[in-house]
């Protein structure tokens, strides 16, 4: 028999590296229970967006406009150290610091001792976040093309949260490769979206408090490497390299990514069994991220007078609400789908038994849901409260509900086959017990983490 090793786009794939790598395939059993843990906190925190979305868009619409205006202008914090922030400020640079150390965290783990170290078998996911920014940035630039091309970024990222939130609403029965490939891809997608924020939107840059924020961080770094876990040693060298960052000019969630590529993912030699600090650390944020950061942010950030149908029908004039709602619906799946089928085409990757293209089509159109990430680019490129970053709201809002809509209708009409192979996954090929994750590791050896 062909020695088999755990996979977390794969069920059980071949370790033979003449076999052809899996666009989307079935996940073990074990494998399916430690992404549906990830998944179902992100799907609750998707939840939570929506009602904070929704609860900004009635009371920015409301009488009580003003209020909603007022709160997120209120500024707090010590102005000695230059951090009396707004609260929409204090959401957008601070709580989504936490997000994106948490996707930097899954990102590094990834890498390390995940699929993603494979080359082979992180072409496809790694092609298809690549594909899913160049092509509505491109779409995007083109419909404004001498005008406000510098907001060419918006249209560019994935909501993982809000996509999953969708997917728990369509059915039960979705197979977990298509949960999982939706999540490396927007993993990958987070870390091309920190990139471009740290190099396109930095508007002016200090290098002092740049420089000085690599001493907090290297203690840190030291700290983490020895797995220290001491919350009161950690958090205050955590908070002090993210307010040096944010003093830098560079946009502060870029200070959650160093801090999360400093944690180390393996355990220390002669440690027993379990997960390696980087995942615990993931377990232990992911909550807070998922369950209070991003839906405080969408409550401070997407609340924007719409003017009734009128005032919707003008903002869809506009070049930059139709750059970013085309870039959403449709330059998301089209770079999406032609990244994966090249790839599939030049490394002759197949799809699993059962799963067909037009799986991949609803995961494309379904990866068009933008908005945390979005809206957080649309102030950066605009500048909060101008009309340009009104229109963004708009269009960000719009783009993500069509593509929900859309990728509802592609993948309920396949719910039958996904309910076999939903029912097949409950049950491992050869009928073993499969080893759990946090005893095996990734690739199912004892110790590996």
């Not at 298809?128 to 970024?153: D, M, T």
Request: glycine share 10%; net charge positive; proline share 5%.
């Amino acid at each position: 028999m062909v020695p088999t090793r755990l996979s977390k786009v794969g069920l059980l794939v071949t370790s033979n590296p003449q076999s052809p790598p899996r666009v989307l395939g079935r996940g073990s059993w074990a494998e399916a229970r430690r992404i549906a843990d990830v998944l179902r906190k992100e799907t609750i925190g998707g939840a939570l967006l929506l009602i904070g979305a929704v609860v900004a868009l009635i009371w920015a619409n409301s009488p009580w406009a003003h209020r909603y205006e007022a709160m997120t202008a209120l500024t707090v914090g010590p102005h000695a150290l230059h951090l009396d922030l707004s609260l929409a400020t204090w959401a957008a640079d601070g709580l989504l610091a936490i997000f994106f150390f948490v996707a930097g965290l899954e990102l590094k783990r990834e890498f390390v001792a995940g699929d993603l170290r494979d080359p082979r078998r992180a072409a496809v996911p790694v092609a298809a976040a690549v594909g899913g920014v160049l092509v509505p940035a491109l779409l995007y630039a083109v419909v404004n093309w001498g005008g406000a091309v510098k907001g060419w970024a918006v249209p560019t990222a994935t909501d993982i949260a809000f996509a999953l939130a969708v997917l728990a609403v369509i059915g039960r029965h979705l197979p977990s490769a298509l949960r999982t490939f939706l999540l490396t891809l927007a993993v990958v997608d987070d870390l091309l979206a920190i990139v471009i924020i740290a190099v396109f939107y930095t508007a002016h840059l200090s290098l002092l408090p740049l420089l000085a924020a690599a001493v907090p961080l290297g203690l840190f770094m030291l700290l983490v490497q020895r797995r220290v876990r001491s919350w009161w040693l950690l958090l205050p060298l955590a908070f002090a390299t993210w307010a040096l960052v944010h003093a830098s000019g560079v946009h502060a969630t870029v200070a959650g990514v160093l801090l999360a590529f400093a944690v180390p993912v393996r355990r220390s030699a002669g440690a027993g069994p379990g997960p390696g600090l980087a995942e615990h650390f993931e377990h232990r944020f992911r909550p807070i991220s998922a369950g209070v950061a991003v839906p405080v942010f969408a409550l401070m950030s997407a609340g924007v007078a719409v003017g009734g149908f009128d005032g919707l029908g003008q903002a869809f004039m506009d070049p930059i609400a139709v750059g970013v709602t085309l870039g959403l619906v449709v330059g998301k799946p089209i770079g999406i789908l032609l990244a994966t089928w090249l790839v599939a085409r030049f490394t002759r990757a197949r799809l699993d038994e059962g799963l067909a293209w037009i799986d991949v089509v609803g995961l494309a159109v379904l990866s068009g849901i933008g908005f945390t990430v979005s809206l957080l680019i649309g102030e950066l490129a605009f500048g909060a409260g101008t009309d340009a970053n009104g229109r963004v709201k708009i269009a960000v809002l719009a783009g993500s509900v069509i593509a929900a809509a859309l990728a509802t209708t592609v993948l309920r009409a396949r719910n039958r086959v996904y309910r076999q192979i939903y029912e097949a996954e409950h049950v491992d090929r050869d009928g073993d017990e499969v080893p759990d994750v946090y005893q095996t590791g990734w690739s199912g050896r004892p110790g590996a983490s």
